[in-house]
């Protein structure tokens, strides 16, 4: 559910309904999803260790530009896997639970969690 809350300023904020997609209104995929979801661990990661774009480069085995594409949310070109293995360089658990679906008429679902 989309909230819409009052805030001084003349600016609008939105509470989001955990979808950024579907709240701006637009198509997205799991993949889309996924993605979003483990650049937002990427950048939880650089901020709590506090490193500079260019030590973050250094630790991932990337450019600094490359960095600034991810912490800003530009994301095409770059995949699930190449984006797991960053975070894995940066010292994060990535863990993949799979798990038999009880709904068998139906198909499964991708959920993240992000610790």
């Known amino acids: ?10 600016v609008e904020v939105i ?4 979808n950024a997609f579907a709240d701006l209104g637009l198509p997205s995929n799991d993949e889309d999803i996924l993605k979003v979801a483990l650049a937002r661990a990427f950048t939880n990661a ?3 260790r ?12 990337t450019n600094q530009a490359e960095v600034s594409k991810i912490l800003s949310g530009k994301l095409r070109g770059l995949s699930v896997e190449r984006l797991i ?3 894995v360089a940066l010292g994060r658990d ?3 639970n799979i798990a038999e679906n009880p709904r068998r008429n139906r198909p499964g679902r991708m959920r993240v969690r992000v610790a």
Not at 1 to 10: I, P, Q, R, T, Y
Not at 15 to 18: E, F, I, M, P
Not at 50 to 61: F, N, P
């Open 46 to 48: 650089v901020r709590k």
């Open 85 to 87: 293995r960053m975070l």
């Open 1 to 10: 559910m989309v909230k819409e809350l009052d805030v001084s300023g003349g």
């Open 50 to 61: 506090d490193l500079t774009q260019i030590e973050t480069a250094s630790l991932i085995g």
């Open 94 to 96: 990535v863990d993949i």
């Open 15 to 18: 509470d989001s309904a955990g």
